[in-house]
């Protein structure tokens, strides 16, 4: 950290990584906080950054993913949902591209009605002519994403993808934006450390696109070269090289469109099979036991499965047909030719394959619905378990421990592999759709879970003791009573199951 006249800069050595310790700690060595140094270059450059493309599929799925986390799988679903309510144009394209033959004015015009998109709607009609930044993506049967214009309410995620349509539709059409970036090195006893800054001189396009742009400004005070700086702090950051970053939903829908593999309208499903069959798991995909184990058995006795290039060749046959440049009768003879071969081959091997696809199946359940040490006998193990009333969690020493724990009706539950801090038993996951997942003790006495405000517990000494009834809102026959789950106390109609009225315990 460096003090100059008008703030502090932190700086980093121009060398960035040192890959030999020795070297950096020769350079902590000879310097200290309380020395000085000086400016010895500041670099200033301007440059331009031009209006986004317009959205084709890939592009949309990667853009919500990335700023409201809507998979792809969902984000496909809800522009197809827009389409259906002519909001937006047909969005299975591989088009970055707005033809000449959309009227730009009449949809804008149309838009300027929405209260959300009415002044920058009047900014792009009045800049004169307009001329979207197309991108080389091409479709010939359909062209970019783009709204039409019209208007009906729209609500939640459906109404976040509209958005975001829309302004990428304005942004196209918006001036380049202006951003500097200055770079300050500094010099002190001989070593180099360089601090980088960037800022937006003028907005352009960015106006429109708003929150959707996600840069951010590293502004960096006002520094002259030859200026003094005093040493405020040197530490030394130790970190592991790591390993390249695990593709998300998004990433790999990308990764998918660049080497040719499924189509516009299949890759997000393909990624949401391989979730829903358990190949792969989280929202930084990483392939689970089951996954490696699948391509390892397939590898080993019918590799043609999985060549990559035998699907790519399909794929660009199938945009030839398209094209008129092939025949649909050669494309689908070739594949019968081919699946004829590999369906041969694997037919021998089946009974091989069938084996060891049971084998890594058979361990991925006994995972997925391992809970934990049972904290009753010390000695079975927790396994989630469905039975006559549903799932539940019981010890495998069962008869000789009948230690059991209830589990939530809905939602997806799933070991978290962590012990609860309160009362050491183990903890699950709940997923429910559209809301975040939930760490949970399974100990329903647990004391996380215990109620402290006074007023509150003695209302419910008094439900539960019977010297305070109260009839259920609901059905109007049965009375609450005081129950316990796995999220803790909560009111209940007695007339259970008949009735499923619950109230908060407040």
Known sequence: MGSLEHGQIEFMHQEDKFFDKAKAEKVMSKIRAGDNGRVADVAKNEFSQLAPVPFDLTTLQTEAYRTHRISPKETLSIAQELYVSGLISYPRTSSQQYPESIDYRKILTDLS?????????????????????????????????????????????????????????????????????????????????????????????????????????????????????????????????????????????RELEKRNLGTKSTRAQIVDTLVQRGYVSGQALEATDLGIKTVEIL??????????????????????????????EEVLEEAKEILTKILTEFKKKEKHVG????????????????????????????????????????????????????????GLVKNSDKICEHCQHPMIMIIKKRKRPQEIC??????????????????????????????????????????????????????????RYIKKVQ
């Open 299 to 328: 590898e080993k006795y019918v590799p043609k499965i999985l060549d990559e290039e035998l699907t790519r060749h399909f794929e660009i046959e199938m945009d030839e047909i398209q094209d008129k440049k092939k025949k649909g």
């Open 113 to 253: 009605k929405q209260d959300f998109y009415r002044d920058l709607c009047k900014k792009l009609l009045g800049q004169g002519s307009l001329k979207p930044n197309n991108g080389k993506k091409t479709d010939p049967a359909h062209p970019a994403i783009y709204p039409t214009g019209q208007v009906t309410h729209i609500s939640g995620s459906n109404a976040k993808i509209y958005d975001l349509i829309v302004r990428r539709f304005m942004a196209t059409f918006g001036d380049p934006a202006l951003r500097e970036t200055i770079n300050v090195k500094i010099d002190v006893k001989g070593e180099i450390f360089v601090a980088k800054g960037t800022r937006t001189v003028k907005n352009g396009w960015h106006v429109y696109y708003a929150q959707y742009v996600g840069l951010k400004d590293v502004e960096l005070p006002k520094v002259s070269a030859g200026e003094t700086v005093e040493v405020k702090e040197i530490s030394m950051l130790e970190d592991q090289t790591k390993p390249p970053r695990r593709y998300t939903p998004s990433s790999i829908i």
């Open 355 to 410: 084996e060891g696809l049971h084998g890594a199946n058979r361990e991925k359940q006994i995972k997925e619905n391992t809970v934990g040490k049972c904290p009753v006998c010390s000695e079975g193990t927790l396994m989630m378990k469905r039975g006559k009333f549903g799932r539940f969690i019981a010890c495998d020493k069962y008869p000789d421990c009948k230690t059991t724990f209830k589990l939530p009706s809905n």
């Open 442 to 499: 399974i100990n329903l006495d647990c004391p996380s879970k215990k109620v402290s405000d006074e007023a509150v517990l003695k209302q419910m000494a008094e439900v539960e003791s019977g010297e305070v009834e109260h009839k259920c809102p609901r059905c109007e026959e049965g009375k609450l009573v005081l129950r316990k789950s796995v999220y803790g106390q909560f009111y209940g109609c007695s007339t259970f199951p008949k009735c």
